[in-house]
């Protein structure tokens, strides 16, 4: 009698899996390498934004590096003019650079007068050229602090010894100065920066 063979019919998982592992690689391949690609892309940009940022930061704060000449007209028409005619403590990059101009405005004075006022100027002026959006704001009240008395004590060297008359204007600059607490943060102490400015604004267009 013949014997009669059952052939067993292959197993259908071990396909299964084997689908599965395809399609598993085909989302690995063309969904998430294509969402890292695009987060990658977006890190770049965000980079490249916040180096722009503090680039044009920096250059709003050298923009008027040399905007003090030795010349009368350049201070009292450029300078002065617009300091006391527009807000400049919108932003700390807009205080920022005013208080450079102010540094300018008194070295350009001291060369104009021949008076010799202190040397630490140069560097608080170096510290805020420095500054960027990446300062921190409680650093930056510091140094304003800081320029703001090494300008008032050039600018009562130049008081004393060339005008005897602004007595009371560099008087109350200071007192302007003194106001500022630089323990609190540039919104709250925003108006009295603004009022320093303006007071040592006004004190240098008398200086003539």
């Known amino acids: 009698m013949a014997e009669i063979k059952i052939r ?3 197993p259908i998982w071990p396909w299964i899996l ?11 391949f063309f969904i998430y390498l294509d969402t890292a690609d695009i987060d990658d892309a977006d890190e770049v940009d965000d980079l490249n934004t916040e180096q722009i940022d503090d680039e044009s930061y920096n250059s709003e704060d ?7 000449s030795e010349t009368d007209s350049t201070y009292n028409t450029s300078g002065s003019n617009q300091l006391s005619s527009q807000p400049v ?18 070295r350009t004075k001291s060369l104009q007068t021949k008076v010799t006022v ?19 704001e409680s650093s930056w009240m510091n140094t304003m602090k800081s320029s703001g008395d090494q300008i008032i004590a050039a600018m009562q060297t130049l008081q ?28 709250d102490q925003k108006a009295r920066i603004d009022t320093f400015i ?8 008398k200086m003539q």
């Open 8 to 10: 067993k019919k292959s």
């Open 62 to 68: 050298n923009t008027n590096s040399d905007a003090y």
């Open 160 to 187: 004393k010894e060339k005008y005897p008359q602004l007595t009371n204007e560099v008087t109350s600059a200071q007192n302007s100065l003194q106001m500022v607490d630089a323990s609190k943060t540039f919104e």
């Open 89 to 106: 403590t919108t932003t700390i990059a807009d205080a920022n650079k005013s208080m450079i101009d102010l540094i300018d405005a008194v």
């Open 18 to 28: 084997l689908v599965l592992i395809i399609l598993a690689a085909l989302w690995y």
């Open 198 to 205: 303006r007071d040592v604004v006004t004190t240098l267009n």
């Open 118 to 136: 202190n040397n630490d100027l140069k560097a608080q002026r170096e510290k805020l050229v420095k500054t960027t959006s990446s300062t921190s």
